[in-house]
């Protein structure tokens, strides 16, 4: 289980034995079943995730419908960061799509991470600038494309995802009704 969660840091730094004994000690198993919250809008957000399998969702309420912020998938870290750094409620939900295995750590234990490991804080600027990219460039599209054009992002952005998201959600994303995003796949399928 620990294996992948090694393999992200060493992506990014050279961690030693005993840096991945205290990663080990830090980061704590957690299942989740398909349709559980991570975390959910408006509760005390407590925790980041490593993702070892499955694949969530964040979004956000417009009323009574899911705006779809963003997935994430096996091999990536799950955060809402900027209120659980600050210890805040979490201004968007995040929801498992199917059953998921996590490894968690607290706000002490993130602590913990920086100050223990070597390259901790390295590590963290890092998984942080790779979350600011995704959120910026879904910022653009969102003001930026069409609903057509935001599908075509998702498709780029996510290929290994098509098949394993429902259509609802995708729909959801891209900001459009299920019904719309079948008349955009007719509409693609017959230009290509």
Same mark, same amino acid.
């Given at each position: 289980?620990?294996?992948?969660?090694?393999?992200?840091?060493?992506q990014l730094i050279v961690i030693n034995d005993?840096?991945? %004994? $205290?990663? =080990?000690?830090?980061?704590k198993?957690?299942?989740?079943?398909?349709?559980a919250y991570f975390s959910e809008m408006g509760k005390l957000n407590t925790r980041v995730g490593f993702l070892v399998e499955g694949l969530v969702y964040y979004y956000v309420l417009k009323g009574?419908?899911?705006?779809?912020?963003?997935?994430?998938?096996?091999?990536?870290f799950v955060s809402e960061y900027h209120t659980f750094i600050k210890k805040e409620k979490?201004?968007?939900?995040i929801k498992a799509i199917e059953?998921?295995?996590?490894?968690?750590?607290?706000?002490? %234990? $993130?602590? =913990?991470?920086?100050?223990?490991?070597?390259?901790?804080n390295k590590f963290g600027?890092?998984?942080?600038?790779?979350?600011?990219?995704?959120?910026?460039?879904?910022?653009?599209?969102?003001?930026m494309h069409s609903p057509e054009e935001r599908y075509l992002f998702f498709l780029h952005n996510y290929p290994e995802l098509v098949q394993r998201v429902p259509q609802y959600l995708i729909a959801a994303f891209i900001g459009v009704k299920p019904q719309s995003l079948s008349r955009i796949r007719k509409r693609l399928v017959k230009t290509r």
């Open positions: 289980m620990y294996d992948s969660l090694y393999s992200t840091f060493e005993e840096e991945r %004994a $205290i990663i =080990r000690e830090i980061f198993p957690l299942q989740l079943k398909k349709g009574e419908d899911e705006s779809i912020t963003d997935f994430t998938k096996e091999g990536e979490a201004t968007q939900s059953d998921c295995i996590f490894l968690v750590m607290d706000y002490p %234990a $993130i602590q =913990r991470l920086y100050t223990e490991i070597k390259e901790g600027r890092m998984v942080l600038e790779h979350r600011f990219g995704i959120v910026v460039n879904q910022l653009l599209s969102l003001y």
